[in-house]
């Protein structure tokens, strides 16, 4: 759903990602509820009635940023993912980290805007705009997950869901980490040199794929299994 209306799209493409940069500025900037029309315009240089023809409201407009950013971070993760076909999955989870840092690096206010969605509850659809990003980062490494289940490249005795999350929530952590100081926890990953971050990306991916795969010969069926001990029964006990 683009939530801006024809008046918008009618504009050179120049003008329409000008106003897009300026509201992803001053949204990741000042959050929703700081964010004003009032601002953007006089940035922008255009009459404030022209924000109300092309998106209706500023929650138009924020859904708009909201959804058009979403479409950037989708965009990415597709080239990533065709670009490392050909590698395992933990060489494609080393490679999805290092490029969400590059993503980070090259469009900042972006992460900015999903962290301020985070922590500020007053963002109209907030819970539904959270579902979409975590359903979209689900569905990526599901499909990973799902390639590298068909090569035989992960243990078969736990769930993709399972699998998804932990990879979801470990990614995610060490985006923010490198994004945002207050997420660093004094780890020093926050904005690292680049070997540092090859570095914390190659000791993630070994602590997933010790979890995610089996050495060989170590997974037992239970029918290996070997019988415990019997217990003694009553009579055992009696002289």
Sequence with gaps: MSHARATFHRLSRAKQNRILRVAIEEFSERGYRGATIDAM???LGIAKGSMYQYFGSKKG???FVFHRTVEMVRAHLK???ARTSDQDLFERIRQSLLSGVAF???RPRIFTLYAKLLHEESVPFREELLRTIRGHAVHYLMSLLQEAKEKGEIRKDMTLEAMAFVLDAVMDRFLQAYALPHMDGDLGLHRASPEEVARWAGEIVELVRSGMTEPPGSMKSP????TPPLARTADSHVP
């Design 223 to 226: 029918n290996d299994l070997p």
């Design 104 to 106: 980070i690096q090259s």
């Design 41 to 43: 315009v006089q940035r």
């Design 79 to 81: 080239e990533v993912k």
């Design 61 to 63: 407009l924020f859904l």
